[in-house]
């Protein structure tokens, strides 16, 4: 048969373990993987000595798109998000106006469309005023589900009490996404942020707070019979209770959390470490890892969330909390890799199956015949700095700007096409909506 790319001798991490083979892709699918010789191939890729895993799935960016372009927009987040290997991306509602309605989700969706560089799904915020609409709002094509804020958020975004949180999971299927920190506490505790600068952000952010918020969500949880996934955990002791709540919740960390800790990281980067919730102390950092090895983490999502150098340079608590991530979320990554805190298998279970199964994503998510040809190539042992002129988020700053590491992503396919390859982006974008399981037919 004659295909369209046909990669060749790479290591590929796949169900079936890890092993050297070549791939072929045929109209934007996988159609062989094996020992490919009889074929007549358009590109032939020598992919020796690199590794092949199912493209990576980022479950949690904020693009800024509409109403705040100056920190981002759909097609800069994207460009970052495949020059870090990143195929897939379900972007964030609190944009102005919030992603709260039919109209606002079909809006990012036309904005998205061969406009993005990789594909692309919505959450739909929760609210009081959209909570008895929220069973269709989640079944509209582009949306990957419901996003509720429990803290941190303004206006018709924001939710704090038990009976409307109660109300929001009452009405429908898909599985909602939690931001877990309690309001009263954190209005009850603000003054703690007035003095003392932004040392402050995570004994003001306590891990009460933290820890109040996911305990009363997994109740109404459990008592509604809905699915939920707790982004962005920091502490052991939410793992803890976590690990009591597998039926109904996943649970999400991000990289940030896992490789930066307090004090340090607030003294070496000020309000640059500044994030919600906070980053916390090595005991909690390591209690992360912990979760992980055991396998209470589901999946890894950057909670990318830029802000411009001037806004972040404000004087705490004026500083707004948020970093970009989507583009250095897999080679911080594959750098524990090389040090052995996480195998390779893990991390693609991480990245992109465990997306695939929470989620209900269709043709995404594995190496195999059949799925979309969303694939990430990367040089495991490729010695490199992280610097700014790599960066493509409009921001321009990363916490993670001088830091050498170990594994760099190298090639970004998505459904076949080669959007990345050696840090060159393709000619065109030719992101389309990630399709769902739960509604293919609406």
Request: aromatic residues 6%; negative net charge.
């Amino acid at each position: 048969m004659a295909i369209d790319i046909l990669i060749k001798n790479a290591i590929c991490v796949s169900h079936n373990g890890t092993e050297a083979t070549d791939v072929a892709i045929k109209d934007d699918i996988i159609v062989a993987i094996g020992h490919i010789d009889d074929v007549e191939a358009n590109e032939v890729i020598d992919a020796r000595g690199l590794h092949l895993i199912p493209g990576v799935i980022d479950t949690q960016v904020h693009f800024r798109e509409p109403g705040a372009e100056a920190k981002e927009d759909l097609e800069s987040g994207s460009r970052a998000a495949v020059m870090g290997g990143v195929t897939a991306v379900f972007e964030m509602p609190n944009t102005k106006p919030a992603t709260t309605t039919k109209e606002a989700l079909n809006d990012k969706v036309e904005r998205a469309t061969n406009r993005m560089w990789c594909d692309f799904a919505f959450y739909i915020g929760a609210s009081a005023k959209n909570a008895k609409q929220l069973h269709k709002l989640e079944r509209l094509p582009g949306c990957c589900g419901i996003k509720i804020f429990m803290g941190s958020s303004t206006g018709d975004l924001l939710v704090a009490d038990d009976q409307t949180l109660a109300d929001i999971l009452s009405n429908g299927t898909r599985r909602i996404a939690i931001h877990a920190e309690d309001e009263a506490r954190l209005i009850e505790r603000k003054h703690l942020s007035e003095k003392g600068g932004v040392l402050q952000h995570p004994i003001w952010r306590d891990n009460q707070t933290a820890y109040k918020a996911t305990d009363r969500i997994l109740e109404i949880a459990r008592r509604t019979g809905r699915r939920i996934h707790v982004l962005h955990v920091t502490t052991e002791d939410e793992m803890a209770l976590l690990a009591a709540y597998k039926d109904v919740a996943s649970v999400e960390v991000t990289p940030q959390h896992l490789t930066l800790s307090a004090p340090e990281c607030y003294e070496k980067l000020g309000s640059y470490a500044q994030m919600n919730p906070p980053i916390r102390d090595e005991k909690e950092r390591l209690g992360l890892w912990k979760a992980l090895s055991v396998g209470i983490v589901d999946v890894l999502g950057s909670d990318h969330a830029p802000h411009e150098k001037e806004m972040k340079a404000l004087a705490y608590p004026k500083s707004p909390s948020g970093m970009p991530g989507v583009q250095t979320l897999l080679p911080l990554m594959l750098d524990q890799v090389n040090k052995g805190t996480l195998s390779m298998e893990r991390l693609v279970d991480l990245t992109s199956a465990g997306a695939a199964r929470l989620f209900n994503i269709a043709g995404k998510g594995r190496l195999a015949v059949g799925y979309d040809a969303d694939l990430t190539i990367v040089d495991l042992k490729k010695k490199w700095i992280i610097t700014e002129d790599w960066l493509q988020s409009k921001c321009g700053w990363s916490p993670y700007t001088g830091m050498q590491l170990m594994g760099k992503p190298v090639g970004t396919f998505v459904r076949g096409k080669k959007v990345m390859w050696y840090d060159q982006l393709a000619d065109e974008a030719t992101g389309q909506p990630i399709r769902f399981q739960d509604t293919l037919n609406g």
